[in-house]
């Protein structure tokens, strides 16, 4: 998802470091050094895939869900699991030079939960597993409950914050789905690139557990799985992620790159019912901001209007909560958000790069 | 008028610069003195609270096994998979060189905030830090240590406590070879809903209350106390000197506060400039007293945190930063001061009668009432201090019982003085001789303050000086008796320990081990020892109380030793069982443990090794002939590459240990020292004052033909009398002191009572020294009754005022 977004910034975060500590003890000064790029041409293999690939700088198990309570009123959820490397190998015990780290997050009309873990590696305090399907920090989990089909059909999805926690079923109604060109996604003029499949058509049920008491819950989820080892150019300032689904069964991911010359650089998909993909061109896809909110001491639009003039899509994007802010290590906005227009429908929106 | 007034009051100080010196002199002395000792309270303190909120540990609740052992970090796993928000640490000593450091282990992902080492939003820090291939500590630890003896990267942090080295926890468990192994989780404070009870997922760890673990300050309390009893006791001393300086003053200016008032001026008016008078010279006097002050805690300082790391394992820093609260505290301590010391003068000055005559009060004979109500408070003070002796615990009790003991006793001086002074003059048959006596009487109130700021200083000398000199004697006695081996070796590992210990056991006549395991007793942080069964503890072992077959018992696994502290601390007897985890056994003996603030056991090294199978078993007592050390020490130096300090001979341990009590006592030697030069100081002032005051008293004398010379030679011979008399009776008021913090202070304070013994030869040297002050301070106003024009002596009678 977003995620790709804010896996740069993450990756800033956790590797800066060998860029920044100026030769530091042995560390590498190019940032890739030792990792794998991704390669054009080579098919993703399932289940293996599902699982992590440390010899990859980052990776992620990104999950967002619009969902409706037995009360009529309209809930979102972010699970979300990070793996980072500090060099491209695994062990076990502290020496394990991975990191995990965990975004939750429950947003309501009116309030925004959020939730943080990070994590070594090497001690089973936080991993992922293939085969069976488990991912997992701490009391999280995304743990596959299927027994013969894709480890992904079938998913349990639970988190808990201070606050808040919930327990859902998701349920796969439609195949997964091979971003870029067969799951090989370019991410930049220059080249960068990361392999990136998705699963859009997830049914949820499950409990949200808020301080006023357990609401019972239904609705649709989307789970982003992406790997790469290359940073975003460094003119790039921030994204706009969207990921749609339409009352009519169709999907579509898109996202907006800003850049400090304040140019943009617009890409996605559109995913049909059937979940067949089509990559969108370049910039076929128009962004722009309606209604800016103060959020965190920050100006963040959070209404959009989305046009996309091939499929005579022209729809207005309105925050659930102005506030879905995370207020996380690695600060960013990410909420649910419902589609009036020429098409109806719920989704997740995702922006970083809004600084104070 | 006022502006009038001022300038005739502020003439005064003009025309007697030698006053105004005495005065802003005493009440700086006095400041310094007290100012000086709460700066180093200060420091130490800080050090404390740096120590306590860097560990996370003044607001964090910990889990750990409940005999304190290590235990295995995938109780960590459990917990976090459960949802507990707990963060693994391991802790333990690194040896550097020739000395260690508090090796600490922290997972920085985890930490909570106030824990944490690392700026997790500082990328820059990270990546090293997880590599273990960066640590932190405080840079004035890291002056210390020789870098590059460190096994890592040292990068320095300031709000560390000294003496910690803080790391990942992959790379302590590497460092002190504990792999998987954790000491406690740290838990955060706020937790999620709905989590599963803490016994379910990891029923063998015990979570704690913060203040548990802050036992540093706690140890150093009765420390810190002792040091704030003698800075007060200094700022008391240093008061009588203002105290007789500004009578002074109040008493030569009546004549002009009497024209003052004449001519038309208030007396509110006048009480408002004095008092407006005394807060300047106070405010002055305590600027002053600040800077000696932070001069004495800078030279003091560093014998104090060598005591403190030697006493306690305290770090305190040796560099004093100035600190608002004891600058604060000092200044208005000097203005109560001044004020307490002007009160009487004021109060006077407030009710003189506008025609009353100017006459000096020391004219007046001192009313024999006044000298009873001050031997009634004295008698009262000394029965109080009586029955607090009798009856209270405690050291604050103890110090009450001390000030009442020193205050009734300066109080009973003046009245005992003039009643010996007035027996004496009763069976004089010569007429100079009664005139000596009574003359003397009359001068008893007039000196009396500074000759009670003798007493006092005389008092304490002797008694800290025999409590220092009767724990000197016992402690060397009883180090001899304790370190009977010649030679003690520490391994580094367990593995060099056992190689070690090996290579010794056929040279040596015994090698015994040196084992021990940190143990709460008594709710108090404490140690267990493993000791052997071997005639050099039946033999030399210093046992204060011991039952049958003592050593028997240890051996055999049915008894256990506990040293003195824990003795009284728990109230344990001979007999009573006493529990450890997993154990308890029956207390068979108590042994005397001085230099030691911890609570101890001492029980069989088969026992030991049960109870604590996770301790490292690192250190070894070897018995052998002196001589053959050199050889050993090379041996194993060659073998195994052990540095020297590991490898510490009796006499090393002797030294150091002595190095310890001797840099512990530096402090009150030196608080002594300057208290006793400030009462020489004050005896001095009252000598000139009263000098200046006696022309009219000796002037008849002489005129009846007696010579100056004469004159001059019976006032010294006056001077020594007094001194002679007050030093005479400030030895049972020291010796009296000394019960006191031997058999009161020092159990309370440290958890050891120690035998008292008497030492002539420093009376003797304290009789001569105040023999010698009071001439001195005589010495200079009687050359000038020696030299005193005739003239003058005649305008006396001129003058008659």
Redesign the interface.
């Known amino acids: 998802m977003i995620a790709r977004a804010l896996a740069l910034v993450l990756s800033l975060v956790l590797l800066a470091p060998v860029a920044s500590a100026q030769g530091f003890a042995g560390l590498g000064t190019d940032a890739g050094e030792g990792f794998t790029r991704p390669e054009r041409g080579q098919p993703l293999v399932f289940p293996r895939d599902h699982g992590p690939h440390p010899d990859y700088r980052i990776e992620w198990w990104y999950l967002t869900a619009t969902l409706t309570g037995e009360d009529g009123r309209a809930y979102g959820i972010q699970w979300t699991l990070f793996r980072s490397a500090l060099e491209p190998r695994r062990t076990t015990g502290w020496d394990s030079p991975q990191i995990w780290m965990g975004h939750a997050a429950l947003t309501t009309p009116g309030r925004h939960f959020v939730a943080e873990r990070l994590a070594r590696d090497g001690i089973g305090q936080a991993g992922v597993t293939a085969e069976p399907f488990k991912a997992w920090i701490d009391d999280w989990r995304m743990t596959g409950t299927s027994g013969t089909a894709d480890a992904l059909d079938r998913v349990r999805l639970t988190a808990r914050g201070v606050e808040f926690s919930y327990d859902l079923d998701l349920a796969a109604e439609g195949p997964l789905v091979a971003q870029g060109d067969e799951g090989y996604s370019v991410k930049s003029a220059s080249g960068q690139a990361s392999w990136y499949y998705s699963q859009p058509f997830y049914r949820v049920s499950g409990t949200l557990e808020l301080p006023d008491g357990p609401v019972r819950v239904t609705g649709q989820a989307w789970l982003d799985r992406e790997w790469s080892s290359q940073p975003l150019d460094p003119d790039q300032t921030g994204w706009d992620w969207i990921s749609l689904v339409f009352d009519d069964g169709a999907r579509l991911m898109g996202f907006r790159l800003r850049d400090r010359s304040g140019g943009g650089y617009t890409s996605g998909t559109w995913i049909a019912p059937d979940g067949t993909p089509t990559p969108l061109a370049p910039n076929a896809l128009r962004f722009t901001p309606l209604r800016i909110a103060r959020v965190a001491g920050r100006d963040v639009p959070v209404d959009w209007r989305i046009e996309l003039p091939g499929r005579a899509l022209d729809v207005t994007l309105t925050a659930l909560n102005d506030a879905a802010w995370m207020a996380t290590l690695t600060p960013y906005w990410e909420g649910p958000v419902a589609i009036t227009g020429s098409h109806a429908g719920r989704g997740y929106l995702e922006m970083t790069g809004y600084d104070p | 008028m006022t502006g009038a007034a001022l300038s005739a009051l502020w003439g005064h100080w003009r025309r007697h610069p030698g006053q105004s010196l005495t005065l802003v002199l005493g009440l700086a002395l006095a400041t310094a003195l007290w100012s000086g000792v709460q700066a180093i309270n200060a420091e130490a303190r800080a050090s404390y609270d740096r120590a306590a909120a860097a560990l996370g540990q003044n607001d964090l609740d910990t889990l750990g096994a409940s005999d304190g052992r290590l235990f295995d ?2 109780a ?2 459990d917990l ?4 507990w928000l707990v963060s693994p640490a391991l802790e333990g000593r690194l040896r550097v060189g020739e000395r260690s450091v508090t090796l600490r282990g922290l ?1 920085p ?2 930490a909570p905030l106030a824990a944490n080492p690392v700026d ?2 500082d ?6 830090f ?5 640590g932190y500590l405080h840079p004035e630890t890291l002056a210390t240590l020789d870098p590059t003896l460190l096994p890592l ?1 040292v990068a320095p942090a300031l709000r560390l406590p000294l003496g910690v080295l803080i790391v ?3 790379a302590a ?1 590497r460092l002190l070879d504990q ?2 192994r954790v000491s406690h989780l740290l838990v955060w404070p ?5 989590l599963p009870a803490l016994d379910a997922v990891a029923p063998d760890l015990v979570r704690r209350a913060p203040q548990a673990r802050a036992d540093v300050a706690s140890l150093t309390d009765s420390f810190h106390l002792n040091l704030t009893a003698f800075g007060f006791l200094a700022f008391a001393v240093g008061l009588f000197i203002v105290h007789s300086a500004i009578g002074l003053a109040f008493e030569q200016r009546r004549t002009t506060f009497r024209t003052l008032r004449a001519l038309g001026l208030p007396a509110g008016r006048l009480v408002g400039l004095l008092a407006a008078e005394v807060t300047l010279l106070a405010l002055l006097a305590g600027g002053i007293g600040l800077g000696l002050g932070a001069l004495v805690a800078a030279l003091l300082l560093p014998d104090v945190a060598a005591t403190l790391r030697g006493l306690y394992g305290a770090e305190v820093t040796g560099a004093l930063t100035l600190r608002p609260a004891w600058a604060l505290a000092g200044l208005g301590l000097a203005l109560a001061g001044a004020f307490a010391a002007a009160a009487q003068g004021l109060w006077r000055v407030l009710r003189l009668p506008v025609l009353a005559p100017a006459q000096p009060r020391a004219w007046l004979r001192a009313s024999d009432r006044g000298l009873v109500v001050q031997a009634a408070m004295a008698a009262l003070l000394l029965i109080l201090a009586g029955i607090i002796a009798l009856t209270a615990t405690g050291l604050i009790a103890a110090f009450v019982l001390l000030a009442c003991l020193l205050l009734g006793a300066a109080l009973a001086l003046p009245p005992l003085l003039s009643g010996l002074l007035a027996l004496a003059a009763r069976r004089t048959r010569s007429v100079l001789g009664q005139w000596v006596l009574a003359d003397t009487r009359q001068q008893v109130p007039g000196l009396g303050l500074a000759l009670m700021a003798l007493m006092l200083a005389l008092a304490a000398n002797i008694g800290v000086g025999t409590m220092v000199s009767s724990f000197r004697m016992t402690f060397t006695g009883w180090l001899d008796q304790r370190l009977a081996s010649e030679f003690y070796v520490t391994g580094r590992t367990q593995d060099e320990a056992d190689a070690i210990r090996a290579l010794l056991a056929p040279q040596a006549l015994a090698v015994l081990p040196i084992w021990r395991a940190a143990q709460p007793l008594a709710g108090a942080p404490g140690e267990v020892y493993a000791v052997a069964d071997h005639p050099t503890y039946r033999d030399n072992w210093p046992l204060l109380r011991a039952g049958p077959q003592v050593w028997d018992r240890v051996a055999d696994g049915t008894g256990l030793l506990i040293n003195e502290q824990l003795w009284r601390r728990s109230g344990l007897q001979l007999g009573d069982r006493l529990d450890l985890p997993g154990w308890s056994a029956p207390v068979v003996g108590v042994y005397s443990d001085y230099g030691n603030p911890k609570g101890q056991v001492m029980l069989s090294p088969d026992r030991f090794t049960a109870l604590y199978p996770d301790a490292p078993r690192l250190g070894m007592a070897v018995r052998i002939a002196p001589e053959a050390i050199p050889a050993l020490r090379a041996a194993i130096s060659d073998r195994f590459g052990l540095p020297d300090a590991l490898m510490i001979d009796q006499a090393a341990v002797k030294r150091f240990s002595l190095g310890v009590f001797e840099r512990t006592f530096a402090v009150s030697g030196a608080l002594n020292v300057l208290t006793l030069g400030v009462a020489g100081f004050a005896l001095l002032t009252s000598f000139l004052t009263l000098a200046a005051m006696r022309l009219p008293q000796l002037a008849p004398i002489w005129a009846l033909g007696l010579t100056r010379a004469r004159l001059a030679r019976i006032e010294l011979a006056r001077a020594a009398i007094l001194a002679a008399l007050t030093a005479l009776y400030a030895l049972p008021v020291g010796l009296a002191m000394a019960w006191t913090l031997l058999a009161v202070v020092n159990v309370e304070a440290f958890g050891w009572r120690l035998p008292m013994f008497l030492f002539p030869g420093q009376w003797a040297v304290l009789g001569a020294l105040a023999l010698g002050a009071a001439l001195l301070a005589a010495v200079w106003p009687v050359r000038r009754l020696a030299r005193t024009p005739p003239a003058d002596l005649l305008k006396v009678f001129a003058h008659d005022r």
């Open positions: 970090q995938s960590y796993v976090r998979r459960a949802g997972d992902l985890t997790l939003s990328p820059g820090d990270l990546a090293p997880l590599r273990g291939e960066v990267r990942d926890i992959g468990q792999p998987g706020n937790q999620p809903r709905g």
